[in-house]
């Protein structure tokens, strides 16, 4: 699967958070970063190769920082040039259909409070529903948004759960599925294993084989939980 990150951001050498996210990108193969007020900062957007990038991408993800409600100028700019009717409505080119649309976000607030009766009054599903409206226009699936909440605050741990959580968004089939998170992180601590010492290679295969085991325990309470309910519904 070939993944685009398309990102607009308008002080984007000055993003610490952009910077931990081009980093975290680079370490996964066919991952294309592509920063529109980079490429385009002294140019005019060349449709053509914007289209010609579409084409060959299987997961599209629009990444921005929250401006008012929604993605900066930038972004807006390469829609209405580059999502052309004709390419791509799914009546008629349609190009992007059967393709994926994710949105990374960066918030300056918490999570919790873009929610109603919260400070922020509206839940990101509903600010992002322009996004799924277009998704549905294009025959896209879409993914449901990886926000990045003030990043600034985030301790170690926190960035490095971060980091995993958003290199299984560009890549993994599922990136919330539990099963599809673990069989990524099990085939990263195989590669890492095949590199290792040998004393590094028998501790990662520990904690793969704990990893398996405790998969195992999940599936068997799936089980248990179906069965019950099989027999509530008897």
């Not at 010609?52 to 991408?57: D, M, P």
């Not at 920082?65 to 807006?76: F, G, N, Q, R």
């Not at 993914?143 to 490095?160: E, G, I, K, T």
Request: charged share 20%; hydrophobic share 40%.
């Amino acid at each position: 699967m070939k993944t685009t990150i398309i990102v607009s951001h308008p002080h984007y050498h000055d993003s610490g958070t952009q910077a931990f996210l081009n980093r975290a990108s680079q370490q996964l193969e066919d991952v294309t970063w592509h920063c529109l007020d980079e490429i385009y900062a002294h140019q005019s957007l060349d449709v053509a190769a914007e289209q010609a990038l579409l084409r060959q991408t299987d997961r599209i993800i629009f990444q921005f920082p929250l401006y008012w409600y929604s993605a900066p100028a930038s972004l807006k700019h390469w829609e209405d040039e580059v999502l052309t009717r004709a390419f791509t409505y799914q009546n008629e080119q349609g190009i992007l259909r059967g393709k994926e649309l994710g949105i990374v976000t960066t918030l300056g607030y918490p999570v919790a409070e873009f929610a109603v009766g919260r400070q922020q009054g509206y839940s990101l599903s509903e600010l992002f529903t322009p996004y799924q409206a277009l998704a549905q226009q294009a025959g896209m699936k879409f993914l449901a948004p990886l926000p990045v909440s003030q990043f600034a605050y985030l301790d170690a741990p926190a960035r490095a759960r971060l980091l995993i959580r958003y290199q299984q968004y560009l890549t993994v089939q599922d990136p919330f599925r539990f099963a599809d998170q673990e069989n990524w992180l099990e085939e990263r601590l195989r590669k890492l294993a095949a590199k290792g010492t040998s004393a590094q290679q028998d501790q990662l295969n520990l904690i793969i084989e704990t990893m398996q085991h405790q998969q195992e325990k999940i599936e068997d309470l799936k089980w248990q939980v179906q069965l019950m309910r099989q027999a509530e519904e008897g």
